[in-house]
């Protein structure tokens, strides 16, 4: 983890206004514990975290090792019940369908999430950091997937009213409770239009879309002295009129740095 994380998000809890903070992880590290003998998970509910999104393309340990490169798919299941466990308001699924890899774990990846009350949320493959990772063979489209939880679970229900702060089409499992959602950033050509994200970059750029180079200079703001909280508040609304009509993952977009150096 980041040296002081903990202590950044108590600090960022302190700031009037903040409504909610929410972190994305592998989870891995969630069920280590700290100094203080509580899990990391813990830390972070104590300081004032709500939400976790984890990461977790398959329950497959091969799998696994071979899409992250390390065998530790047990850490990962461990620090996902150590983030429930710590009692955060809602943990959410991110698995990304990538054809021959795991569309053979939908249902698998389905009741894993329902067993643990988790959202899971099945995004289409993006040539976020590199560009070789998105091809014909493995792309898997989510409405091909849906079918394929169709033909396994039954049909699943339109939830247009069930929303969060994301661009998620979400679903009701048949005969159950449970809500599966659907991120299709390549194949709805309407995706971007319900996009209300900002990115800010460690390097303190703000990012107005994921798949576009466009980015502007937030620290230069923030340390110009003649700027006060006016100007900043200015400064952000003219990035969010900047932001693109569409992305451009559909256009042979050449990443330039790795989703971690982006920020989710």
């Known amino acids: 983890t980041r040296r002081n994380a903990i202590w950044f998000f108590e600090e960022l809890n302190r700031i009037q206004g903040i409504k909610d903070i929410g972190i994305s992880t592998n989870g891995t590290l969630l069920e280590k514990l700290t100094p203080q003998g509580i899990t990391t998970a813990q830390a972070l509910k104590n300081a004032g975290v709500r939400t976790v999104n984890v990461s977790l393309d398959t329950l497959d340990r091969r799998s696994y090792a071979k899409t992250t490169g390390r065998d530790i798919l047990d850490r990962a299941i ?50 976020v950091s590199s560009t070789h990772v998105l091809t014909e063979e493995n792309f898997l489209p989510s409405g091909e997937a849906k079918k394929l939880i169709e033909f396994q679970l039954g049909k699943l229900k339109p939830r247009p009213d069930f929303r969060t702060n994301g661009p998620s089409s979400y ?42 180079h466009l980015e502007f200079d937030m620290r230069e703001v923030l340390r110009n002295p003649s700027m006060d909280d006016n100007d900043i508040a200015k400064f952000f609304l003219e990035v969010v009129n900047r932001k693109p009509e569409q992305h451009e993952f559909r256009e042979n977009y050449q990443p330039g740095r790795k989703m971690i150096a982006i920020g989710g």
């Open 171 to 212: 679903y009701q499992l048949q005969n159950s409770d449970q809500l599966i959602g659907f991120i299709g950033a390549m194949t709805n050509l309407n995706f971007c239009e319900t996009c209300n994200k900002l990115r800010l970059t460690s390097e303190g750029k703000l990012r107005p879309c994921l798949g576009s």
């Open 78 to 127: 461990g620090g996902i019940d150590a983030a429930r466990s710590a009692g955060f308001e809602k943990i959410k699924l991110n698995t990304v369908l990538m054809r021959h890899h795991n569309e053979h774990e939908l249902k698998n990846l389905v009741k894993f999430a329902g067993d643990r009350d988790l959202l899971l949320r099945f995004i289409e493959l993006m040539p």
